[in-house]
Nanobody, 118 residues
């Protein structure tokens, strides 16, 4: 069964940090570009960061550049999102997504809540 499972969300104060993780199972991880999306209440889901299968440079939304870092470990089938200098506007449900590089398969995780509040 192909599955993405996120973890690491929670409540953090403004200026704090969180590290999200997404573990993939049932797929050839290196053949997928991995992304983090987020969706705040009443807003559309938006792309936060993307990293390709092997050797590609990550891409970030302007709103998180310099604060968030996406990374992947193909040996552990894991993609992470390190979030620093968090702001209240970063509050959202964060989703992991896998896009097959030479195909059409797409998989989503179930999401993890991140709340930035004092």
């Amino acid at each position: 069964q192909r599955q993405l499972v996120e973890s690491g969300g929670g409540l953090v104060q403004p200026g704090g940090s969180l590290r999200l993780s997404c573990v993939a199972s049932g797929l050839t991880f290196s053949r997928f570009a991995m992304s983090w999306y987020r969706q705040a209440p009443g807003k559309e889901r938006e792309l936060v960061a993307t990293i390709t299968g092997v050797g590609g440079s990550p891409n970030y939304a302007d709103s998180v550049k310099g604060r968030f870092t996406i990374s992947r470990d193909n040996a552990k089938n894991t993609v992470a999102l390190q979030m620093n200098s968090l702001k209240p506007e970063d509050t959202a449900v964060y989703y992991c997504k896998a896009d097959e590089l030479w195909g059409r398969a797409v998989f989503w995780g179930q999401g993890t809540q991140v709340t930035v509040s004092s």
